[in-house]
């Protein structure tokens, strides 16, 4: 396979960055027997792009600040990091030959070194916008209808979707899936399009089996749906296909409907609300509010394309013992480098998990060079893919580094812990399940800046050029 000059193996370049962890005191830091860590270090310039250093020992540099971890005071639990793998993204990585794709999927799926190890996936229940054009499982000729779902099909999916997740599956079992619908079959709209529209009230217990067809179907290919949002982005009507579903909608679908049907059913997958931007934080709690409808929701996700990511942090305010969940945002091609690695950081990479979500996911992992495919009617034609795909040939995008700085170093399972907020040094801390600790610092200035991070009264040092990112494992 042909890689690009962005290969995830950059990490060999020289470094120019001086990291460190030190035990510290007032007399001149000198070798000690401290264990030993590393940073990986992303700069704005794409001169280091996940670079890994040793860590030396001592510095001269004043120390701007402190860093203090907790690991006593904890909170989330991350399920994990990753990207959609929407019907385009499915085909172009079936599209490549077999050695290239394996290769491409152990870089992103895998366990190695020179892995992203990419530990949660978002799919579409039916359609995306980035599929070649809409469909549902159970698609009619116009004027028709199919309450017993007779007619429902996974075929669709088992062109690229399903033969995807199964080679995922192989390198990674215990990756989790989260499946989001853009439409229900037209037949249960009251528009009948695939754009907009709602979702006629006679068929919501309808369309509460369509999802049980679809999570038994993916079980008997071997695939799990651990959680499921109810209706991707539903306060926008506007994309191809979309739904518009209003809070007392999706309150009332889920209490009388879909709710009771999972748990008849015996349906384990866990149902989240909303999925849209943090601009509509009333969105969930609404909903939350009621006890009826609440017990059979796990938790809320967002988007950022509105509001600020601090306003998620209401819905825990509100419902402490629900999910949060930060399942999507965009790159615009052709991606501003140093742009996107500095807002997707501090805003998602950090602010997210700061914020309460227990994942962090990108949107389509895969496109080809002109952004296809994408539906008519409002599919985004300027979605850049984490990795563009060209036959066999691979370009790795702002999105791969983006979830690349976090997902290859906080495990499924790392639980967040305290760390006090710096100006000018945005950053979240981790313990994995194996003890060790994870910091993620972004450095916003243009200066180099030199500073403790301190865990539990051990003192370690750290430097960091301006305008890089860090990861710090120790």
């Given at each position: ?311 998620v942090s209401k819905v825990h305010e509100a ?25 997707h950081t501090e805003n998602l990479i950090i ?124």
């Amino acid at each position: 396979m042909k890689l690009s000059t962005k290969k995830l193996t950059t990490m060999s370049l020289g470094l120019s960055l001086l990291c460190g962890v030190v035990a510290c005191d007032e007399q001149p830091a000198k070798e000690t027997n401290l264990p030993k860590g590393k940073v990986y270090v992303t700069s704005m310039d794409e001169t280091l792009l996940l670079a890994p250093q040793d860590l030396p020992t001592h510095t001269e540099e004043e120390i701007h600040t402190t860093i203090q971890l907790d690991t006593a005071t904890t909170y989330q639990t991350m399920d994990g990091f990753g990207y959609t793998l929407t019907g385009g993204s499915a085909m172009h990585l079936h599209n490549m030959s077999a050695p290239a794709r394996k290769e491409l999927l152990e870089e992103l799926f895998g366990d190695h070194e020179t892995s992203v190890r990419v530990n949660y996936l978002r799919i579409s229940i039916g359609a995306s916008d980035l599929d070649e054009a809409p469909f549902s499982y159970d698609d009619l000729p116009e004027g028709t209808t199919d309450v017993p779902l007779e007619h429902f099909t996974l075929a669709h999916d088992t062109l690229d979707v399903v033969p995807m997740l199964k080679e995922i599956l192989a390198i990674n079992p215990k990756i989790q899936l989260l499946g989001s619908p853009w439409s229900p079959p037209v037949w249960m709209k009251d528009n009948h399009d695939t754009r907009g529209g709602s979702l006629l009230p006679e068929y919501y217990e309808t369309y509460a089996r369509y999802f049980v067809k679809y999570i038994r179907a993916m079980e008997a290919e071997g695939i799990t749906i651990n959680a499921m949002t109810i209706q991707n982005e539903p306060l926008h009507p506007g994309n191809n296909p979309s739904l518009l579903m209003l809070p007392e909608q999706q309150s009332t679908f889920i209490k009388e409907h879909l709710g009771p049907l999972f748990k008849e059913e015996g349906i384990n997958t866990k149902i989240i609300l909303y999925d849209h931007n943090a601009d509509r934080p009333d969105y969930p709690i609404s909903i939350l509010d009621d006890p009826e409808t609440a017990q059979y929701v796990d938790g809320a996700a967002f988007h950022l394309y509105g509001g600020e990511i601090d306003a998620v942090s209401k819905v825990h305010e509100a419902h402490p013992n629900k999910h949060l969940y930060f399942t999507e945002q965009w790159v615009g091609a052709p991606g501003d480098f140093a742009k996107e690695m500095n807002w997707h950081t501090e805003n998602l990479i950090i602010g997210a998990p700061r914020n309460w979500c227990k994942t962090v996911l990108e949107w389509n992992l895969a496109a080809d060079a002109n952004q296809q495919p994408h539906t008519d009617r409002g599919g985004c034609d300027r979605c850049l893919g984490a990795v563009t795909i060209t036959g066999d040939n691979v370009t790795r995008n702002p999105a791969y580094y983006i979830i690349a700085q976090a997902a290859k170093f906080v495990r499924a399972g790392a639980v967040r812990i305290a760390s006090t907020m710096e100006k000018e040094l945005p950053n979240v801390a981790y313990q994995n399940p194996d003890g060790s600790l994870v910091v993620i610092v972004q450095n916003k200035s243009t200066e180099k800046r030199t500073f403790y991070i301190d865990a539990n009264g051990t003192r370690h040092l750290a430097v960091l050029d301006g305008e890089t990112v860090g990861t710090f494992t120790f």
